[in-house]
Structures are given as C-alpha cells and as structure tokens.
C-alpha cells in the first residue's frame, strides 16, 4: 500500500486550482536553484503573482487576493505518506514494514512592510520549505520549465499531466498506467468516460507547449515512453 493523504489543519480551507499547482513548482524550482531551504518570493505581491504568471490586480477579490489567499491555504496545509508492504518467510511468518511521514510544503512564512506617510518605503517577503521537502526536492527533482507551468495555468488538469509525465518519463522505462488508477492520483470527481475526454484535451496542451513529449493515450491506459525532459540536463 502507497497512500498519500492532503489535509487543511484546523478550520482551513484545502488550496484548489492551478494557483496552489503553480506555486509549489515556483518555490520547489527556486530552492532547487539556490540550494537554501527560504525562498524570496519577492519585493511586492505584485512581483510574486506577476513572476508565477499572474496579471497583478488589486481590486477586491482579484488575482492579488487569491494568489495570497493560496499561498494562507498551502501554509495550513500537512501531507500524510503511508508505505507499508508485507512478506512471507519460507516458514510461514509474515513481516510487515510500514513507512509514515507527516510534512509541510513550507513551516515558515516572513513578511516585512516599512510604511511612512501613507506610503510604502519597503517590503519583502519569503517562505521556508520544511526540511522534509526541501531534501526531496533536492534528492528526487523533477525538470520543470515554469514558463510551460504559466501557459498552462488555465487547465489544472494539464499541470498536473505535465508534471506527472515529466516524472514517470524520468524512468527511462515504458509506463503504462490504467485511467482508473490515473484518477485516483488527480483530484477528479467525475465519471471515467468524461475523465478520458478532459484527458485527451489536456495532453494535446501539453505536447503543444512540449513536442518531444512521447505519451499517449490508448483505450483506457496512459502510455508513457522514454521522453526527452522538457528542460535540458546542467
């Protein structure tokens, strides 16, 4: 058994949408860049949502607003890994290993604001990834290009099949996965037919922005083939 579980701590709310997606690639590729655990993600609210992709708008309930209102969401957000697998010895004793880890995305957020006369003199902000993602993200990193990330932000769907692939692709192994199976891992809550439909959409976005991008779908499994990564190997 392999099972990850996404949960809201105390009466938060569980980030949805690309925003959330888009975010976790931005800090995940900037600490992989840097190689330290705290993340500048900017001056201003109008440097980070514009450097995720986003058009900067201040008016109440624009992308200013839900950018950061993610970002609250993300915060208050904890993953739950459980591994677990079970053996047979020759003289019939079972062994069981289990394997659980509880984790933040980041434990730390700081902002800081100088204001004089109404105006705002300075500000910064940053977040600091908790230890257990940031040493997966430096052990286990996926070659994402943030500027595919940002053209496919209107489909969340198409973010999370471009990730996906770029991951399982990483293998240098064919990988077949069932549709079935496929939903289980995205948020999806509709039926397997319509799932397949939005499928298909999604990855012709996908290898728009990624022609090399070698997966396909064929009755009710996604194919994968050894792909050439989307970023060029350093």
């Not at 996906?164 to 990988?175: C, E, L």
Request: aromatic content about 10%; hydrophobic content about 35%.
């Amino acid at each position: 058994n392999n099972t990850m579980t996404i949960s809201a701590i105390g009466d938060a709310q569980l980030p949805h949408g690309s925003i959330p997606r888009i975010i976790v690639c931005f800090l995940s590729t900037e600490s992989k860049i840097t190689g330290e655990r705290t993340v500048s993600i900017g001056r201003t609210i109008y440097d980070f949502v514009k450097n995720i992709g986003y058009l900067p708008s201040y008016i109440k309930n624009g992308t200013n607003e839900q950018v950061m209102e993610q970002l609250e969401k993300l915060y208050r957000t904890e993953f739950s890994h459980d591994y677990s697998e079970s053996r047979y010895l020759d003289d019939g004793t079972k062994e069981t290993y289990r394997h659980q880890k509880s984790f933040k995305i980041f434990d730390e957020k700081l902002s800081f604001e100088s204001v004089k006369n109404n105006l705002v003199q300075q500000q910064k902000a940053s977040v600091t990834l908790s230890e257990t993602f940031f040493n997966e993200i430096q052990e286990h990193s996926v070659p994402l290009r943030l500027d595919i990330l940002k053209s496919l932000k209107r489909s969340p769907l198409a973010l999370d099949l471009y990730v996906f692939i770029s991951y399982r692709s990483n293998t240098g192994r064919v990988i077949g996965i069932k549709l079935g199976e496929l939903m289980n891992q995205f948020p999806i809550d509709y039926e397997k037919w319509r799932f397949k439909q939005r499928l298909n959409s999604a990855l012709k976005l996908v290898k728009a922005k990624w022609p090399e991008c070698n997966a396909l779908i064929k009755e009710d499994t996604l194919i994968i083939h050894k792909t050439t990564p989307s970023i060029a190997a350093k």
